[in-house]
T-cell receptor, first 119, second 112 residues
Framework: GAVVSQHPSRVICKSGTSVKIECRSLDFQATTMFWYRQFPKQSLMLMATSNEGSKATYEQGVEKDKFLINHASLTLSTLTVTSAHPEDSSFYIC???????????????FGPGTRLTVL | SQQGEEDPQALSIQEGENATMNCSYKTSINNLQWYRQNSGRGLVHLILIRSNEREKHSGRLRVTLDTSKKSSSLLITASRAADTASYFCATVPTGTASKLTFGTGTRLQVTL
């Protein structure tokens, strides 16, 4: 249980295009999902907190108009990188927080990540 | 930056030896968690220690927490080549629900 998937796992795009990354909780409901970015050999940096049915909360320094987040259901959040540039190339990881009442309540589960390369 | 610091940044040991990684953080916390990441992959949750706990064990893992020094350590005993990965500590600051702040990570290499 507690599986989080991301799609695609890898994407290569041309500069100026937009790329959508999906994050799904497969066997639990998540009112909150988190999006992280990780550069090579560095740590994860939180970009934004995605809340189901409301606007995302962005961390300082993250452009909300560039990184569009939509959390349309309790099992799906999407991150769209708009007008991507080579400096946006990174590993994007999502996590989902279990809203259930069991032992996993409030525990975060991570997706496998999406490698974005912008040419 | 609120990011925690980990040391060493890189650690190379032989199979069978113990590996110790340290994490320091800056704010008061609800809990501290350790994660493992294989190269280019997602994160695997290893262990969570709450702010009122001082030590916790899980298999070959031993985690300590010293809230007065704002530090934690992860000990992997009898290491195996399969333990080769990056290890990150992550804190949940007080009052932020489950919002995680990750440390800088330790890259562990276990050789045969």
């Amino acid at each position: 249980g507690a599986v989080v998937s991301q799609h695609p796992s890898r994407v290569i795009c041309k500069s100026g295009t937009s790329v959508k990354i999906e994050c799904r909780s497969l066997d639990f409901q998540a009112t909150t999902m988190f999006w992280y970015r990780q550069f090579p050999k560095q740590s994860l940096m939180l970009m934004a907190t995605s809340n189901e049915g409301s606007k995302a909360t962005y961390e300082q320094g993250v452009e909300k108009d560039k990184f569009l987040i939509n959390h349309a259901s309790l099992t799906l959040s999407t991150l769209t990188v708009t007008s991507a540039h080579p400096e946006d190339s990174s590993f994007y990881i999502c996590s989902a927080r279990d809203r259930g009442q069991g032992a996993r309540r409030n525990e975060q589960f991570f997706g496998p990540g999406t490698r974005l390369t912008v040419l | 930056s609120q990011q925690g610091e980990e040391d060493p940044q890189a650690l190379s040991i032989q199979e069978g030896e113990n590996a110790t990684m340290n994490c320091s953080y800056k704010t008061s916390i609800n809990n501290l968690q350790w994660y493992r990441q294989n190269s280019g992959r997602g994160l695997v949750h290893l262990i969570l220690i709450r702010s009122n706990e001082r030590e916790k064990h899980s298999g070959r893992l031993r985690v300590t927490l010293d809230t007065s020094k704002k530090s934690s350590s992860l000990l992997i005993t009898a290491s195996r080549a399969a333990d080769t990965a990056s290890y990150f500590c992550a804190t949940v600051p007080t009052g932020t629900a489950s919002k995680l702040t990750f440390g800088t990570g330790t890259r562990l290499q276990v050789t045969l």
